[in-house]
T-cell receptor, first 110, second 113 residues
Framework: QKEVEQNSGPLSVPEGAIASLNCTYS??????FFWYRQYSGKSPELIMS????GDKEDGRFTAQLNKASQYVSLLIRDSQPSDSATYLC??????????FGSGTRLSIRP | KAGVTQTPRYLIKTRGQQVTLSCSPI?????VSWYQQTPGQGLQFLFE???????NKGNFPGRFSGRQFSNSRSEMNVSTLELGDSALYLC????????????FGQGTRLTVV
């Protein structure tokens, strides 16, 4: 079992709609979770971090964390074509290293 | 504030050779982590250095090694290169490592022929 799992996609969402990205993790002691966006040919860029159960909002992005169910999600409201990218979920493992999922490809269709 | 700087950006090496990649973290950041990214395996953790000490290590063979200098700059070395080592190598820096946010450099694209 991978430590951080994501659906590889592609996830296709119409422009203006809400994109929902999900991630599960296996290490129950993980405390820190991150969402990175990676455009093709570029390096990952941090867009959200979340440490407590519940929701955290930043502009059009909302991260949700449920430690009991061991899942993290990212909602993107009013999706734009520029949001088309691969989204990487990451968690800090018990060994204090950051482990990444394989990423979900998101495509926003005009 | 300058970001994370990786050099070189691109590299072509022959099987059996060795290679050294360099990473300069954001000023004030003391932790540097290295990752290998391939289309099939995604982002895989290689190792993390903090204050010149390797603090964490991933599941890579001993051909992959690294070090960190007193100014927090880090180097990664791969010896006896194999075709499968072709990948994008990314380094990320954090202020103290672990539970703080990591910022990535642009990566070094290594091609082994």
């Amino acid at each position: 079992q991978k430590e951080v799992e994501q659906n590889s996609g592609p996830l296709s969402v119409p422009e203006g709609a809400i994109a929902s990205l999900n991630c599960t993790y296996s290490d129950r002691v993980s405390q820190s979770f991150f969402w990175y966006r990676q455009y093709s040919g570029k390096s990952p860029e941090l867009i959200m971090s979340i440490y407590s159960n519940g929701d955290k909002e930043d502009g059009r992005f909302t991260a949700q964390l449920n430690k009991a169910s061991q899942y993290v999600s990212l909602l993107i409201r009013d999706s734009q074509p520029s949001d088309s990218a691969t989204y990487l979920c990451a968690s800090e493992s018990s060994a204090s290293k950051i482990i990444f999922g394989s990423g979900t490809r998101l495509s926003i269709r005009p | 504030k300058a970001g994370v700087t990786q050099t070189p950006r691109y590299l072509i090496k022959t099987r059996g050779q060795q290679v050294t990649l360099s990473c300069s973290p954001i000023s004030g950041h003391r932790s540097v982590s290295w990752y290998q990214q391939t289309p099939g395996q995604g982002l895989q953790f290689l190792f993390e250095y903090f204050s010149e000490t390797q603090r964490n290590k991933g599941n890579f063979p001993g051909r992959f090694s690294g070090r960190q200098f007193s100014n927090s700059r880090s180097e990664m070395n791969v010896s006896t290169l194999e075709l499968g080592d072709s990948a994008l190598y990314l380094c990320a820096s954090t202020p103290t490592g672990g539970s703080t946010e990591a910022f990535f450099g642009q990566g070094t694209r290594l091609t082994v022929v």
